[in-house]
């Protein structure tokens, strides 16, 4: 199977979309990746630094460069080559390999002029193609052809045409730069040279660029796999306004959402929800699920998103269901003995959610975080949780388990005394100052005895930061009635965190 390679040179600077009239030139670190043809007319060249080509070329257009941008060009190019012969391997953006469909367009050259052709209409003017039995020669002789030419390698002939080819070709200046030391300027001078020697001497990549020098480039190119559509839509003609009909009307929708994923094996668990009202989009929300999306999963969020107050103003025309997230099947897949939440739970609690609202039912995790509130994670039910701070982290001055039962949304007003009765507090070396003999857990409540109390653990906030630094100590108290605090002092005052139950 022989490999034909396409190339559009200066990438960068067509993905920018500047005319070819016009001098123009993109950046990376200072110093220019790719110029157009009519800023090389000025005498701009890659790897001149910017003031460098400002000088040559005054009216230069400055472009700051755009990875992301490149891909997303080099996608249209992808597709129209795909449309004439499919298999395409992306190589990177501006560089990419096919198998030769030959008998197709009646010969090799045949084929990459009608390819080069439908480029052209796309708007790439530059597109270069070099056709041989591998992908190094291939790419080797795409970088020799002609503007909207094709340079043909005959089979068998890839060692004779890179043998007179310079060594720098290889990219790799190591190898290079030692390569002529020795004296050895061509790609003919390295592939004389007795493999098994070049393995000694160069290990096993020097080997694999003799092989390359030598024409042996038997490593099939790698076809991109083109990912399945799962978006799916719904029109509504005429347009809706009411909730429950555009519900009833998503059903079919759903399902059919549902079951190309399964069909390919996958499940969604984050999706993104589109409406599209009097012609524009209205409401766009992303949805988590614990496990993945069901149909009646997927209408219950579009019900939701939709009965937000003032999320539609218009009638509906379309909604969108868009996976943002999907994973395997057998990942979520029920184990021998069952396994996940029970249906009918998760029914009801929709149920109520419908009612009460989507946001009035939370579910309780746990997040990173030295105090119990701020290990506190509350997410919609429904809804997978995303924490702000990480739990494997040490979170120096955390407490030691077991966990207290009871948070109280805002600390409770306390106090702890010695035996004349006066109040303990924390030295600022984290010394108490006296022994616990008593202590009120709340303002109001009864003084008792301390049966057995531990800390302090000393926590030290954010001190870089005036504003929201706090030092406080924690403790843990426990009376003789049995009962069980979770503390803190701060600024010599006592308050309850929690309570032990």
Known sequence: MRTMVLWAPDWPVVAVDVPASVPAAVLDKGQVLACSQAARAEGVRRGMRRRDAQSRCPGLVLHEHNPDADARAFEAVLTAIEELSPGVAPLRPGLCAISVPARFYGGEAEAAAVIAERLVELGVWDVRAGIADGLFAAEQAARRALAQDSLVVPAGGSGQFLRDLPIDVLADPDLVGLLRRMGLLTLGDFASLPAADVHTRFGTHGALLHRLARGQDAQPISRRQVPPEFEATLVLE??????????????????SFVADLAAHGLVCTTVLI???ADGSLATSRRWMHPRWFGPTDLIDRVRWQLSVDGAIRAPVDAVRLIPEVTEPLGDHADSLFGGGPDERVERGVARVQSIVGHEAVVSVTVQGGRGPAQRRLLAPWGERPVAARPVGLPWPGSLPPPAPATVYTEPQQAMVVGAEGQPIGVTGRGMV????????AAAGSDWQPVASWAGPWPVDEQWWDEAAARRIARFQVVGVDGSAFLMIVEGGHWWTEARYD
Do not use: M, N
């Open 238 to 255: 005429p347009p809706l306004e009411l909730v429950e009909p555009i519900a009833f009307s998503l059903r079919t929708t759903a399902e």
């Open 274 to 276: 589109e409406v599209d």
């Open 433 to 440: 100052s006296g022994e616990p003999v008593r202590f009120r």
